[in-house]
């Protein structure tokens, strides 16, 4: 049997790779009122959005940044392209995207993903989408799947009435710097009673050095309704740090259900901090997949806003630090209305000296009876040199609910690696078959091809470092 | 019987608890509010800490501690426990802090509530950050109301309803005087 170790030796970051640039248009460097006027004017956006994203402006200068969480001291944000525009106009065929894109995609793996399940492929190269194929389907039941400044020149209406309704650019200073410089990220409209079978995706990926991406995507389900999102992200490695800030909004409609997977792999120099909210209304029913494999900082928290009575929220999340990573994720849950209930599952792994912290908030609201709430996190630190945190804060206003919180922290057990490794597997592919196993009840609720290249990433960081 | 070294905080009156040397200890405090340091700095200490709240009328708790594991192999285990009437407050803030050299470290934590009264405002954090790998450690929190199921049985057993809470809530807090008293302590 072949070593593992010796085929990570030569392992090149599978992402790891940059084509030269060429673009139509480069903000300069650094921010200021004329950046955001000027990316407002070239993308020819109505007053009210102008005005949102000077007032948004304001209030990014005017708050402090967190004072908690990861340690975000590098960040230098004078030294970010906060636009990049990457061709002249969108393409809706792959063979009119120019050559260093397709390349790009091709490494990725976009056309393929495409023939094997799409409904609909949005991918976003800079802070432009350039590419996108919206399934016939999906237009014949009435269901708008386009990129964000798509949606606000189509559909002004619908984008006013709940663009930053949920995540008021007030909210945290990223949320406001989003809220400023925001460009592409999704758009999508689900008519009332529209199920839609296949589930939508859109690949994402940052290609300048010193960019940030400030995506904002817009999730609204209507009465009824059922829509699967799913997000992945890779990013090529660079020298310097990154942003990526990024701003999710959905509303869950009465009856309907929305599930939005995804799966982090940005490069160990990203710090990827990200406003994630949902509103359930009445028997709506929420559920995030969030699955944190990359960064060097990821700050991300994925709410529910249980609104309506017997409305459902979930985060089943994971979260893999390695190196130089720290992985500060987990999940809010806010129960307004009766006969609401929510779970939080989250699984943390650190190695080589990777720190992940599981931070999340349950708040019960006078008047939620009969609501109940489970949360488990479990964590597995590899070795001597990582570390493993849990941050739960629970407030409970109300007497007629159930609360429960359980979590653990351990390593590694050496009875199941012994007795695996008597069975002649290496010590690393135990570890990893453990690992894998490990987060398989969140794993299984990932679509089959996500789920194999999870296992198959997590089988590479494990198989890294053996000692 | 082992020996077993007894700290009633409530008689202590200090916030700081350094444990030097190996030993069962335990550790007990009822309706105290503050921030409790218990440091474990020896190997083979097997600390259990207990705290109780009953809260009524405007009362109002807000407790941190802090278990801190430094040296390796020693065990602590904190259970608190609280009741809660009228338009009472509790925030617990609890810390299992295992230090790098705390290898082989168990330090346990569990907070269990129980609310009597619509008005009364529960804030629970337990916290873990855990800088060594080879420990097991958990915490678990549950906050909620008297089990419905059991008083039903009870009135159906001919016990009027407050006779029924207050035989559940006498259990529900007896598991904490049981344990010292296994240690032939006794708290009133």
Same mark, same amino acid.
């Given at each position: 049997?072949?070593?593992?170790?010796?085929?990570?030796?030569?392992?090149?970051?599978?992402?790891?790779?940059?084509?030269?640039?060429? !673009?139509?248009?480069?903000?300069?460097?650094?921010?200021?009122?004329?950046?955001?006027?000027?990316?407002?004017?070239?993308?020819?956006?109505?007053?009210?959005?102008?005005?949102?994203?000077?007032?948004?402006?304001?209030?990014?200068?005017?708050?402090?940044?967190?004072?908690?969480?990861?340690?975000?001291?590098?960040?230098?944000?004078?030294?970010?392209?906060?636009?990049?525009?990457?061709?002249?106009?969108?393409?809706?065929?792959?063979?009119?995207?120019?050559?260093?894109?397709?390349?790009?995609?091709?490494?990725?793996?976009?056309?393929?993903?495409?023939?094997?399940?799409?409904?609909?492929?949005?991918?976003?190269?800079?802070?432009? +989408?350039?590419?996108?194929?919206?399934?016939?389907? =999906?237009?014949?039941?009435?269901?708008?799947?386009?990129?964000?400044?798509?949606? #606000?020149?189509?559909?002004?209406?619908?984008?006013?009435?709940?663009?930053?309704?949920?995540?008021?650019?007030?909210?945290?200073?990223?949320?406001? #710097?989003?809220?400023?410089?925001?460009?592409?990220?999704?758009?999508?409209?689900?008519?009332?009673?529209?199920?839609?079978?296949?589930?939508?995706?859109?690949?994402?990926?940052?290609?300048?050095?010193?960019?940030?991406?400030?995506?904002?995507? =817009?999730?609204?389900?209507?009465?009824?309704?059922?829509?699967?999102?799913?997000?992945?992200?890779?990013?090529?490695?660079?020298?310097?740090?990154?942003?990526?800030?990024?701003?999710?909004?959905?509303?869950?409609?009465?009856?309907?259900?929305?599930?939005?997977?995804?799966?982090?792999?940005?490069?160990?120099?990203?710090?990827?901090?990200?406003?994630?909210?949902?509103?359930?209304?009445?028997?709506?029913?929420?559920?995030?997949?969030?699955?944190?494999?990359?960064?060097?900082?990821?700050?991300?928290?994925?709410?529910?806003?249980?609104?309506?009575?017997?409305?459902?929220?979930?985060?089943?999340?994971?979260?893999?630090?390695?190196?130089?990573?720290?992985?500060?994720?987990?999940?809010?849950?806010?129960?307004?209305?009766?006969?609401?209930?929510?779970?939080?599952?989250?699984?943390?792994?650190?190695?080589?000296?990777?720190?992940?912290? !599981?931070?999340?908030?349950?708040?019960?609201?006078?008047?939620?009876?009969?609501?109940?709430?489970?949360?488990?996190?479990?964590?597995?630190i590899?070795?001597e040199?990582s570390r493993?945190?849990?941050?739960?804060?629970?407030?409970?206003?109300?007497?007629?609910?159930?609360?429960?919180?359980?979590?653990?922290?351990?390593k590694?057990?050496?009875?199941?690696?012994?007795? #695996?490794?008597?069975?002649?597997?290496?010590?690393?592919?135990?570890?990893?078959?453990? +690992?894998?196993?490990?987060?398989?009840?969140?794993?299984?609720?990932?679509?089959?091809?996500?789920?194999?290249?999870?296992?198959?990433?997590?089988?590479?960081?494990?198989?890294?470092?053996?000692? | 019987?082992?020996?077993?070294?007894?700290?009633?905080?409530? /008689?202590?009156?200090? /916030?700081?608890?350094?444990?030097?040397?190996?030993?069962?200890?335990?550790?007990?405090?009822?309706?105290? *509010?503050?921030?409790?340091? @218990?440091?474990?700095?020896?190997?083979?200490?097997?600390?259990?800490?207990?705290?109780?709240?009953?809260?009524?009328?405007?009362?109002?708790?807000?407790? /941190?501690?802090?278990?801190?594991h430094?040296?390796p192999?020693?065990? *602590?285990?904190?259970?608190?426990?609280?009741?809660?009437?009228?338009? *009472?407050?509790?925030?617990?803030?609890?810390?299992?802090?295992i230090e790098k050299e705390a290898q082989k470290s168990?330090?346990?934590?569990?907070?269990?509530?129980?609310?009597?009264?619509?008005?009364?405002?529960?804030? *629970?954090?337990? @916290?873990?950050?855990i800088l060594a790998n080879d420990v097991?450690c958990?915490?678990?929190?549950?906050?909620?109301?008297?089990?419905?199921?059991?008083?039903?049985?009870?009135?159906?057993?001919?016990?009027?309803?407050?006779?029924? /809470?207050?035989?559940?809530?006498?259990?529900?807090?007896?598991?904490?005087?049981?344990?010292?008293?296994?240690?032939?302590?006794?708290?009133?």
């Open positions: 049997m072949q070593d593992p170790t010796v085929s990570n030796l030569d392992f090149e970051y599978r992402y790891g790779f940059s084509m030269p640039q060429k !673009y139509t248009f480069k903000s300069k460097k650094g921010l200021d009122q004329d950046v955001v006027k000027s990316i407002s004017d070239i993308k020819r956006e109505p007053a009210w959005m102008r005005d949102f994203r000077l007032n948004s402006y304001r209030i990014f200068k005017q708050k402090p940044m967190p004072s908690w969480g990861a340690d975000l001291t590098d960040i230098n944000f004078d030294d970010i392209y906060y636009y990049i525009k990457p061709t002249d106009k969108q393409v809706n065929s792959w063979g009119d995207l120019p050559k260093e894109i397709k390349e790009t995609y091709d490494r990725i793996g976009v056309p393929e993903a495409e023939k094997k399940f799409l409904a609909g492929v949005s991918a976003q190269y800079e802070s432009e +989408v350039v590419y996108e194929s919206i399934n016939r389907e =999906l237009k014949k039941i009435g269901v708008i799947f386009c990129d964000m400044d798509t949606g #606000l020149r189509k559909y002004p209406d619908i984008v006013k009435k709940y663009f930053g309704k949920l995540i008021p650019p007030h909210d945290n200073k990223f949320a406001a #710097l989003n809220s400023a410089v925001w460009s592409g990220g999704s758009f999508v409209y689900v008519p009332k009673g529209v199920k839609v079978k296949l589930p939508l995706q859109a690949y994402f990926r940052i290609n300048a050095e010193r960019f940030g991406q400030f995506e904002r995507t =817009l999730i609204i389900a209507e009465e009824g309704s059922y829509i699967h999102y799913i997000e992945g992200c890779t990013a090529p490695i660079y020298t310097t740090n990154s942003i990526h800030a990024a701003v999710v909004e959905i509303f869950v409609h009465k009856n309907a259900r929305v599930r939005y997977t995804t799966v982090q792999n940005w490069s160990n120099n990203v710090y990827n901090l990200v406003t994630k909210r949902a509103r359930a209304d009445e028997n709506a029913v929420m559920e995030w997949v969030d699955c944190n494999i990359g960064s060097k900082v990821t700050m991300k928290y994925p709410s529910v806003y249980l609104f309506g009575e017997g409305a459902k929220g979930e985060v089943l999340s994971i979260a893999f630090a390695g190196n130089g990573q720290h992985q500060d994720a987990g999940a809010k849950m806010l129960h307004f209305a009766p006969n609401t209930s929510s779970r939080i599952i989250s699984k943390s792994i650190s190695k080589n000296g990777g720190r992940t912290s !599981y931070r999340g908030l349950v708040q019960v609201m006078p008047g939620a009876k009969k609501s109940s709430v489970f949360v488990s996190c479990d964590a597995l590899l070795d040199q493993s945190d849990t941050y739960p804060y629970m407030k409970i206003k109300e007497n007629d609910v159930t609360v429960q919180h359980e979590a653990t922290v351990e590694i057990g050496e009875e199941k690696l012994f007795y #695996l490794t008597s069975k002649g597997i290496s010590r690393s592919d135990a570890e990893g078959l453990l +690992v894998n196993g490990f987060i398989e009840p969140v794993v299984k609720e990932i679509p089959l091809e996500y789920s194999i290249e999870l296992n198959r990433l997590i089988n590479l960081e494990m198989s890294g470092s053996v000692g | 019987m082992k020996h077993v070294t007894f700290l009633n905080i409530n /008689e202590e009156k200090r /916030e700081k608890f350094i444990f030097n040397k190996s030993g069962k200890y335990i550790v007990f405090f009822h309706n105290l *509010s503050g921030k409790f340091f @218990f440091d474990l700095k020896a190997k083979g200490i097997d600390l259990d800490i207990y705290g109780l709240f009953v809260g009524r009328n405007k009362n109002q708790f807000k407790v /941190e501690t802090i278990q801190r430094i040296a192999e020693s065990t *602590s285990n904190l259970l608190i426990k609280g009741v809660f009437y009228d338009e *009472s407050k509790f925030i617990y803030q609890g810390l299992i802090r168990h330090a346990y934590q569990k907070n269990q509530n129980i609310i009597m009264s619509d008005k009364c405002f529960i804030d *629970s954090r337990p @916290f873990l950050e097991f958990t915490h678990g929190s549950t906050t909620g109301k008297l089990n419905q199921n059991k008083i039903y049985y009870l009135q159906t057993r001919m016990l009027d309803k407050s006779a029924a /809470e207050k035989l559940l809530i006498d259990g529900f807090i007896r598991e904490i005087t049981a344990k010292i008293g296994e240690y032939g302590h006794k708290i009133s």
